[in-house]
């Protein structure tokens, strides 16, 4: 490495609530153009079914990032220092026209992703995961999906539309994006629309870990679950916000009771550390629902122990 990465500006010389909010105060990728990993945003919100507004979660995720710290002791690493990671900013895309935002967020996230960077996307609703894997197949191949969700999102239309936050999965299945046999949902809970969802879920590649299965199952049970069914293929993590019990995140627009908590939902993502994660995506975050930044807080986090267990750079 030429010189070390640059890391978010010093809490301890600049206050961390001055200037403005780039993810933990990393430095952005207009200044260093070598990145290796990139946290960007993707405001879009064209696809819900319920609650509107997780077109403002980039800028709240960012926000409520200013806390985050240099070292992370449950994983015993620096994630700032062991890559280059840059904030690549926000992707402007058609709120009118959802086709082609699709587009032109597959479109950006090639440019960005280059040949080997790793892609951490704020989004936006779960939609943008669709075309997020378009670009990771191009690279990889089927990518085993790890998808923490209280939803499916494996339904096939809504009023006749096939690109919504409710389908991008089954899309993705369709297009032959994800590795079958080795994608799994984390967190699935609350009511469905028939029996047959789950059947179809698990024809389209996917098994579950169900909501109710953290309440009897050790936690090193469920990450060695995890970590059996994904293996040593690429693996690309999504993360919808309402995966998350509504009392730790509030702030999403098709909240469901009985949900994990942080604490759950952190500890499964160190789990991941020496797996190959390609990219990943936290999605569903609506401030306008939110309190306190709770909901922005977690999903500062989460972005942070996905960047914790990226693969080391050779750089
Ligand atoms: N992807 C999210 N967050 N929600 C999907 C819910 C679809 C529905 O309204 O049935
Ligand atoms: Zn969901
Ligand atoms: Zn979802």
Redesign the pocket.
């Known amino acids: 490495m030429a010189h070390p990465p640059t890391g978010p500006v010093d809490a301890t010389r600049v206050p961390r609530y001055a200037g403005e909010a780039t993810f933990a105060r990393l430095p952005r990728l207009s200044d260093l153009p070598d990145a290796d990993a990139l946290v960007w945003g993707v405001p879009f919100d064209a696809g819900v ?2 609650r509107p507004g997780a077109r403002f979660g980039p800028a709240h995720v960012r926000q409520s990032s200013r806390l985050l710290r240099p070292y992370n002791p449950a994983l015993d690493t620096e994630p700032f220092a062991a890559r280059q990671v840059a904030d690549a900013g926000d992707v402007g895309v058609n709120p009118f026209d959802l086709a082609e935002a699709v587009a032109a967020v597959e479109t950006a996230a090639d440019a960005l992703c280059g040949t080997r960077r790793r892609l951490i996307t704020i989004g936006g ?2 939609t943008i995961a669709l075309p997020l894997l378009r670009v990771q197949h191009r690279r990889h191949g089927p990518v085993a999906v790890l998808h923490f ?3 499916l ?1 494996t ?1 096939d239309t ?1 009023f006749g539309a096939a690109y919504t ?2 389908t991008a999965f089954r899309r993705a299945g369709e297009e032959g994006l994800l590795d079958p046999g080795h994608s799994v949902h984390v967190g699935i809970r609350g009511p469905l ?1 028939s029996r047959l969802d789950l059947a179809e879920s698990a024809r389209l590649g996917f098994t579950a870990v169900h909501a109710r299965d953290f309440a009897r199952t050790p936690l090193d049970d469920v990450v060695e679950r995890v970590r059996a069914r994904l293996g040593d293929r690429p693996v690309y993590v999504s993360v ?1 916000i ?1 995966v998350l019990d509504p009392g730790f995140a509030p702030g ?3 909240p469901e009771a009985g949900g994990l908590s942080s604490r759950e939902l952190l500890e499964v993502l160190r789990g991941l550390a020496g797996l190959n994660v390609v990219g990943a995506d936290v999605v ?1 975050v609506a401030p306008a629902y939110d309190h306190a930044e709770i909901t922005g807080i977690a999903a500062a986090h989460v972005i942070y122990e996905l960047l914790s267990v990226l693969p080391e750079e050779e750089r």
């Open positions: 079914s319920y609703d779960h969700d209280a939803h999102d339904w809504y936050h409710g629309y919808d309402d999403t627009g098709t569903e």
